[in-house]
């Protein structure tokens, strides 16, 4: 029982929508205050929440406005996490918002809404990236910036070398949160390319929350099946352009299709009459009168 | 010991968690938190479930306010089922109230086959002290395939006597689950759940009244959450992924911006 309740807080985390992590650690301190220690226990879950949904964080020092994000590919264990641009590796508490004190949700809510995430990294310390791939490393990097400042209004992303693929992670986080307004945004996605291979692979995920006297969520995965690229950082981002550009296309006519056809053939606007349905009518209900039951 | 902070914390959760997922996160709340259990239920929609009538082989459609344990009764033949054992026979309106649930069930179900061209539907009424009580449900599924539909429909209505008129409040809440999915598109899931509330006097002459003003009651709220959907579904979301992801190049759409601003304060000079 009590390890089916540590699972459900877990669960909970797991689908909280974008910039309501700190809501939903809320929620679920005020359902469990009769054993703290479910929250406690769901740490893991946090950090498998901060790595998937690429966290943004605050990199101290540099007037504070450098972003960095955090992900399995950057992960030194131990909660530390490393910065290629800045040469830096720092460390990020995933558990933070286990021990916030309830007076303290408001403020967390708060912060986390901010641009960024607002959630700061600690302990900084030089980090000197060893990689036989640098230099692909170091120009893809540069070619995504590019790419984020043409295609994403606010982003984040990053490059990193995967050891224990031999490959290269590209990673990009675009969020938008507009609690005032009830809605939510976040879109993800995550390409691996091996050098040796020349294969690129990836996913694109977005993550859409309105809630205002409701709660619709829009979730989309679109996995890219390997591609052969040769180990150019404009080739490769040439094609992920494509690729991000077609699955955006698709995705709009994927809204045209569910709005002309399941959402018209379950509930028509109007009869096929186009009159309303005249009440008295369809009703042989009288006064008085018996009405048999069953079939009419 | 719950209390109703945690009843709201529930709601909220509920609020904030995919709805996709929301029967099952309504399970695990309730075994954190017992006590709510009764609450949760009565006050959480989730898509209805559908059953065939054992007596005049009609389905309906199961909800807490036809359940009693773990039998629901029939709108048909009356009947609960599977039957109740012992001398609890199972809550039932009253004569008065079961005609007009009767009837209210008939006019929908003409309703239904004019606005959804199939489904399923039911009406549960009950009793009240200076009035009457109800439900009325309405679900259809398209059929699975690349893309996959479903509507279910909740409306609770409270009829209070007045003199003449009848003061009717309404509450309603549609589930609306869309998916699709293509090589080119990958997975696409567009689900989730809207209320609405209105409350209204209507006149009466005599029973017959109720029926009409509940469906007039029931159509307009359709309507208007239908458009509502359409455009929190195919408006909002996707205006939000535009503003995630810009199909065209932002400089581009910056120098446009910027022409368009140079030419207005050029004509404001």
């Given amino acids: 029982m009590a390890s089916n309740n540590a699972v459900a807080v877990s669960a909970f985390i797991e689908g909280a929508p974008p910039g309501e992590l700190a809501d939903v650690v809320t929620d679920i301190k005020a359902l469990t205050e009769d054993d703290p220690t479910l929250l406690e226990k769901a740490r893991p879950a946090f950090q498998k929440y901060n790595e998937e949904q690429l966290t943004t964080v605050k990199l101290p020092g540099g007037g504070g406005k450098k972003n960095v994000l955090i992900s399995s590919y950057n992960s030194l264990g131990e909660g530390r996490y490393y910065d290629v641009e800045s040469q830096s590796s720092f460390a990020f508490d995933h558990a933070a918002q286990v021990r916030a004190r309830p007076c303290d949700a408001v403020r967390w809510a708060k912060l986390m809404r901010g641009a960024g995430g607002g959630q700061k990294a600690s302990d900084v310390q030089s980090h000197t990236l060893e990689s036989e791939h640098g230099d692909l490393i170091s120009s893809l990097s540069k070619t995504l910036t590019t790419h984020a400042h043409e295609h994403y209004p606010s982003s984040t992303s990053a490059v990193f070398p995967v050891a224990t693929t031999a490959s290269l992670a590209i990673l990009l986080v675009s969020n938008k949160y507009s609690p005032s307004n009830f809605w939510n945004g976040r879109l993800r ?38 591609t052969t690229i040769s180990p150019s950082a404009s080739e490769i981002m040439k094609t992920i352009a494509k690729v991000e550009k077609g699955w955006q296309e698709e995705l709009n006519r994927g809204f045209s299709r569910l709005s002309e056809g399941e959402f018209k053939s379950l509930r028509r606007q109007l009869p096929v009459t186009r009159q309303k349905v005249e009440w008295e009518k369809v009703t042989s209900y009288r006064a008085g009168k018996e009405i048999g039951g069953g079939r009419r | 010991m719950s209390t109703d902070g945690q009843f709201d914390s529930a709601l909220d959760l509920l609020r904030r968690l995919p709805p996709s997922s929301t029967s099952a996160n309504l399970t695990r709340i309730c ?65 008065r109230v079961r005609k007009l649930e009767m009837g209210m069930g008939e006019a929908v179900d003409i309703y239904r086959e004019l606005y959804y061209e199939g489904g399923v539907s039911s009406v549960y009424f009950w009793d009240l002290d200076d009035g009457f009580a109800g439900v009325v449900l309405l679900k259809k599924t398209t059929p699975t395939g690349k893309s996959d539909g479903g509507w279910d429909s909740i409306h609770v209505f409270e009829s209070i006597d007045r003199a003449r008129t009848s003061h009717y409040k309404l509450t309603s809440t549609v589930i609306l689950r869309l998916s699709t999915s293509s090589d080119a598109l990958g997975d696409m899931d567009l689900s989730g759940n809207m209320t609405r509330q209105i409350e209204q006097d209507m006149p009466v002459t005599d029973d017959s009244s109720h029926i009409v003003n509940v469906g007039k009651l029931v159509e307009d709220m359709e309507l208007k959450m239908r458009n509502l959907l359409q455009e929190v579904y195919f408006g909002k979301a996707k205006d939000v992924v535009g503003d995630l992801r810009s199909i065209p190049p932002l400089t581009e759409a910056n120098r446009e911006k910027a022409t368009h601003q140079e030419m207005i304060n050029s004509m404001k000079r």
């Fill in chain 1, 189 to 226: 996605t995550t390409y691996l390319y091996h050098p040796a291979t020349t294969a690129l692979t990836g996913t694109l995920k977005c993550d859409v929350h309105y809630y205002e006297d409701g709660n619709v969520r829009l979730l989309t995965t679109k996995t890219l099946p390997p």
């Fill in chain 2, 31 to 95: 075994a954190l938190a017992p006590d709510l259990t009764e609450e949760l239920l009565s006050s959480v929609d989730q898509p209805l479930e559908v059953r065939r009538c054992k007596k005049t082989g009609r389905d309906y459609l199961l909800c807490d306010y036809n359940r009693d344990g773990d039998s629901w009764r029939s709108p048909w033949s009356n009947e609960f089922e599977p039957a109740i054992e012992g001398e609890d026979e199972g809550a039932k309106p009253s004569e």
